[in-house]
C-alpha cells in the first residue's frame, strides 16, 4: 500500500515540476487539463505524508518498547494503543481511494434538463430541478454556462442546457442521469389532488477532440438551420450541425446554441458517448457475468429518483435510499444522496476487485 502511494506521490512532485515550465503555462488548454490532475494526485500526497508518518511513529515506539527505562516502556505503549486504530482508520481510506476511477470522472459536463409527462407541471419540475443543480454547483465552486433555454408556458422549463466547469465534475454528477418523478399538489391544481409527473436528466461528459478516437474519415458532416419558438435567430444562419459515423450508422447534432462551432462540439460530443456506449453494450453482451454499472446507461427512461411532497421524501430506486428530507436535497443539498451512490459504487467496486484477487 505504502509502494503504490509513494509511486503517486512522485508523479504528484512531477507533475507539479511541469505546471512551471513555460510551455505548459502559455499553454491554457494544456494547463487546465494538468492543473486539474495536479488536485487529484495531491489529495494522494497529502495522505501518503499522513500515512508515513503514522507508520514511522509506529516503529520508533516499538523500538522503545526494548528500552530499559520502564516510563519510556509504558510511554511508547500508550502511543502504539493510540497509533493502531488511526494506521486501520488510514488503510481504509486509502484502500476506497486506491479503487480504479472512472478515467471520465474528472472532465466537466454538459448538463441536459428537458420536462416529460406532465404537462405544465413537468415544466415547472424541470425548473425546480434546474434550481436544485444551480445550488448544488454553487456550493461546489464550479461554473456554468447556459447553451439552450426553451422556457414553460407556465413557468420552468422544457428544456435547459448548461455546460458545467470544476473538479471531479461527472465523477459526481454521473449518478443524476435518468428520469426524475414528483408526486406532489401541482400550483395549476384547484381540487388538490397529487399529481405524479417527470423531467428527464441527462449528464455527459465534456471531451476534448484528443480525447475523441473516431477518424475524421469516418465523418459526415451536415449544417442546417435551426428551428426554434420564433425571433430574429431563427432560420438566419445554418448553425445546426449533425454528424454521422459511417461505420456504424450513428448520427448525433445539435442545435442548442446559436454558434455552430459550439454545435459542432456538441454533436460530437454527442456522437462519441453514442458510438462508445454501442461498444460498452457488445462489450457486457459478451461478458453477462459481470456486474451492470449502477449508473446505466443514462438512459431517459430509467426510473431514478421520486420527490415525493406530501411526505417529504426522496427515494433513490437503484439504491433503495430513502430520506425523509425533500426540503432540503431540493434547495441543493443532494450531497447526502451522492454520497451514498459513491459509497455504494465503490463497494462494487471493492467486491469486483476482490472476486478477481
Do not use: C
Not at 511541469?18 to 499553454?27: A, C, F, G, K, N
Not at 406532465?118 to 445550488?135: N, P, Q, T, V
Not at 454547483?137 to 422556457?151: A, G, P, S, Y
Not at 427512461?301 to 420527490?307: G, Q
Request: aromatic share 6%; charged share 35%.
Amino acid at each position: 500500500m505504502l509502494d503504490k502511494l509513494e509511486a503517486i506521490h512522485n508523479k504528484f512532485l512531477h507533475t507539479q515540476e511541469l505546471l512551471s515550465d513555460p510551455e505548459i503555462v502559455s499553454d491554457m488548454k494544456k494547463f487546465t487539463k494538468l492543473n486539474k490532475e495536479y488536485k487529484e494526485l495531491q489529495k494522494f500526497s497529502d495522505v501518503y505524508h499522513e500515512y508515513k508518518t503514522v507508520l514511522d511513529n509506529l516503529n520508533n515506539a516499538k523500538e522503545m518498547l526494548g528500552d530499559s527505562d520502564k516510563e519510556m516502556k509504558e510511554m511508547a505503549q500508550a502511543e502504539i494503543e493510540d497509533l493502531k486504530p488511526k494506521r486501520l482508520e488510514l488503510e481504509e481510506r486509502i484502500k476506497v481511494m486506491l479503487i480504479p476511477k472512472d478515467p471520465e470522472d474528472s472532465k466537466d459536463i454538459i448538463l441536459e434538463i428537458r420536462s416529460g409527462t406532465g404537462g405544465d407541471e413537468a415544466s415547472i419540475f424541470a425548473g425546480d430541478l434546474y434550481r436544485m443543480y444551480s445550488k448544488f454547483i454553487e456550493t461546489k465552486n464550479w461554473k456554468t454556462e447556459v447553451l439552450d433555454v426553451n422556457e414553460g408556458s407556465a413557468g420552468g422549463f422544457n428544456k435547459i442546457v448548461i455546460e458545467v466547469f470544476g473538479n471531479d465534475v461527472y465523477g459526481t454528477m454521473k449518478f443524476e442521469s435518468g428520469a426524475h418523478r414528483v408526486q406532489r399538489v401541482p400550483k395549476t391544481e384547484s381540487q388538490g389532488r397529487v399529481h405524479t409527473s417527470a423531467a428527464t436528466v441527462v449528464v455527459m461528459p465534456k471531451f476534448e477532440e484528443e480525447d475523441i478516437d473516431i477518424k475524421k474519415d469516418d465523418l459526415k458532416v451536415d449544417t442546417f438551420r435551426s428551428s426554434g419558438a420564433g425571433g430574429q435567430h431563427v432560420n438566419k444562419t445554418e448553425s445546426g450541425v449533425r454528424f454521422t459515423h459511417l461505420p456504424t450508422g450513428i448520427a448525433a447534432e445539435s442545435t442548442d446554441s446559436r454558434s455552430q462551432h459550439k454545435n459542432r462540439e456538441i454533436a460530437l460530443q454527442r456522437l462519441y458517448v453514442k458510438v462508445r456506449e454501442v461498444h460498452a453494450q457488445k462489450t457486457y453482451s459478451e461478458q453477462k457475468e459481470q456486474r451492470k454499472s449502477l449508473v446505466g446507461s443514462g438512459d431517459r427512461s430509467d426510473k431514478i429518483r421520486t420527490y415525493n411532497y406530501p411526505q417529504n421524501r426522496v427515494t433513490d430506486h437503484r439504491i433503495g435510499l430513502t430520506l425523509y428530507k425533500l426540503d432540503s436535497i431540493i434547495e441543493g443539498d443532494l450531497s447526502v444522496v451522492i454520497e451514498a451512490l459513491q459509497v455504494y459504487e465503490n463497494a462494487e467496486k471493492m467486491k469486483a476487485e476482490e472476486s478477481i484477487a
